[in-house]
């Protein structure tokens, strides 16, 4: 986890300790635990440091902390959830600075990602996260439970953003929520995600419109849902061996539902569908599915977040103490990538 003093000082030059602690009511009178910076490191050895409520206590007792049981550890850090996330946010807006030059648009990608508690069938806690590649960092990091739909307006948008997102993200509230803030977006989609009109108001099927032969990609101007959303289609065709991965994919898929695979879903999966609101003068046609791919890098450091980190082996089920781990997770991995930079030439 790193040195505390150090730990300490980045926290400390970002957000008041003492006093957000008390507005958060996760820190009102010192009973064992002397001071807000004391119970930041607790919630650190449980969230980041992957000790059990037992082994904090002894850890605690050992360094001279805190003299507490596990209980009394339990207690204290189930308060502990509204003041991490506070931390977390302020953490975060200190990189304000360091997102571009002036000038320069500010390209964000989004996307979510979801965790389970022990014993759990399903998901039960969904981490809202925004990177730019520019920067290498995540730049927002909401955590909500799993009831909380993914939507773009879950992160930080600004003015003159482009934010680019996956099929989950098809949604034409999310556009419509981004055109109303003056931002821009990039949204891969199915055959049949969204309803797509053309200038005429007649509905428009994008498997009617795929490249002829030989083309590689053609571009469409369409009208997003009963909104009338003004946005650019771009169909560009898939390398083979990624459509024979796909269709595999598909078929596998099918055969464990007991299924069979429409024929309308197979001809799709040999394109990648993307709208865009971005101007042709500003992002050419061709240049949209790079912008698009480069997702790879939020994929990579969500990774990053559950191999390296161990974000997705959550180790509480009351759900205030499964919150106050997340959120201790997700702060150190903040800090983590602040060290990285710190000490590389390129992220990493």
């Given amino acids: 986890m790193g040195s505390w003093p150090a730990i300490l000082k980045v926290v400390s030059g970002v957000v008041d300790l003492a006093a957000t602690a008390r507005e958060t009511k996760a820190f009102l009178r ?14 650190l050895m449980y969230g980041a440091g992957k000790l059990s ?9 050992a360094l001279e902390v805190a003299a507490l049981s596990d209980v009394a550890v339990l207690h204290r ?7 991490l996330a ?7 807006a200190a990189r304000a600075g360091v997102r571009r030059g002036r000038g ?45 739909a993914e939507r773009l307006s879950c992160v930080a948008i600004s003015p003159g953003d482009v934010m680019v997102s996956d099929r989950g993200y098809a ?18 989609i199915g055959w049949r995600s969204v309803r797509l009109f053309d200038a005429r ?27 009338a959303i003004p946005a650019r289609l771009v169909i560009q065709r898939i390398p083979p061996e990624q459509v024979q991965r796909q269709h595999a994919r598909l078929h596998r898929k099918a055969s464990k539902k007991g299924q069979q695979t429409d024929p309308r879903t197979t001809l799709a999966a040999g394109y990648l569908m993307l709208l865009t609101s971005l101007p042709a003068d500003l992002c050419p046609t061709h240049r949209i599915a790079g912008l698009y791919r480069l997702r790879w890098q939020i994929e990579l450091a969500f990774k990053r977040l559950k191999s390296l980190g161990g974000f997705a082996a959550l180790p509480a089920s009351d759900p205030a103490l499964a919150r106050t781990w997340l959120l201790a997770q997700l702060i150190v991995a903040v800090l983590s990538e602040d060290l990285a930079h710190q000490v590389l030439d390129s992220p990493p």
């Fill in 30 to 43: 010192p009973r064992r635990v002397r001071s807000a910076e004391d119970l930041l490191r607790l919630a």
């Fill in 171 to 188: 949604r034409v509230r999310n556009f419509a929520d981004l055109r109303a803030l003056g931002s821009d977006f990039i949204t891969r």
């Fill in 77 to 83: 850090l189930r308060h502990c959830g509204d003041w």
């Fill in 53 to 61: 409520l037992r082994g904090v206590a002894a850890e605690a007792t």
């Fill in 104 to 148: 320069v648009a500010r390209l964000a990608l989004v996307d979510g990602s979801t965790v389970s508690v022990p014993g759990s069938v399903g998901s039960d806690w969904r981490v809202h996260a925004r990177y730019e590649p520019a920067v290498g960092r995540f730049t927002d990091l909401v955590l909500t439970d799993a009831h909380t």
């Fill in 86 to 92: 506070l931390i977390l946010d302020r953490l975060l």
């Fill in 201 to 227: 108001g007649q509905p428009f099927e994008p498997l009617a419109k795929l490249p002829a032969p030989g083309v590689e990609v053609v571009e469409h101007a369409v009208w997003i849902g009963s909104a």
